[in-house]
């Protein structure tokens, strides 16, 4: 039995068990389970609303019928690149290849360099050799547009006149010559022109071994036509 001295200050009333309390409202559920599981809710919609944005991109990406790349250390802007595949589509230079009504050109950059010589950020170096060596790999582009073939081919091997690798200067070709080879600078909202810059390069499409995989040759094939449209040099197929 308890000592009178350690329940001498103690209430009656505090010794009677607690009533049962009814049903939670339901503001008292939510803020329970609010209480417990927010966390796990907040994850669940991250989760949710990434795979929302995958799907649609997913869904909402144009597949495009040719694929051209540019190979240089140089930066050249996003707007000159969708300047450029416009026009030439606008020209119709570009065939629906793929049957879905539109004619859609991308045009890729290849950021790296070449001979070593020239600085480009590591990060663009690494992208661009991965990027390109899967393009090449697989044949996505058709015509390739660069600065410094012979140190491209050295590096790729893709571009060798022995293997069917023909090129000309960007200012001989014909299908780039009325190009307008301007575009507003996004941030100062200024005209630019790149004709300059350009006049360095050359149009070229690349080789091909005989060992490469049957899509690979049909690629080729498809483009093939679109390099003649631009060069005027008559398709190897």
């Not at 950020?121 to 992208?127: C, G, L, T, V, W």
């Not at 393009?135 to 073939?149: I, K, N, R």
């Amino acid at each position: 039995m308890a000592s009178a001295r350690y329940t001498l200050h103690i209430d009656p009333e505090d010794l009677k068990p607690d009533e049962p309390r009814g049903p939670l409202t339901p503001k008292e559920k939510w803020q329970n389970f609010w209480f417990y599981y927010k966390w796990h809710v907040v994850v669940g919609v991250v989760v949710l609303l990434l795979v929302i944005f995958m799907v649609r991109d997913f869904v909402s990406r144009v597949e495009p019928d040719l694929q051209m790349s540019f190979i240089t250390s140089q930066s050249l802007p996003q707007a000159m690149l969708d300047n450029m595949s416009q026009q030439l589509e606008d020209a119709g230079m570009v065939p629906d290849i793929n049957g879905d009504g539109e004619s859609v050109l991308q045009i890729n950059l290849y950021q790296l360099s070449t001979d070593g010589e020239e600085s480009v950020d590591y990060a663009n170096q690494m992208a661009g050799t991965v990027k390109l060596s899967t393009d090449l790999q697989v044949g996505d582009s058709v015509v390739f547009l660069t600065d410094d073939l012979e140190s491209v081919n050295e590096w790729s091997g893709a571009f060798s006149a022995e293997e069917g690798a023909q090129w000309v200067d960007w200012q001989d070709a014909p299908g780039l010559a009325n190009l307008d080879l301007t575009y507003e600078d996004s941030y100062t909202g200024q005209t630019v022109d790149i004709s300059e810059l350009l006049e360095g390069f050359v149009v070229a499409r690349r080789g091909y071994s005989g060992q490469e995989k049957e899509e690979v040759l049909e690629k080729a094939a498809q483009g093939d036509a679109f390099f003649e449209a631009l060069t005027g040099i008559p398709s190897r197929w």
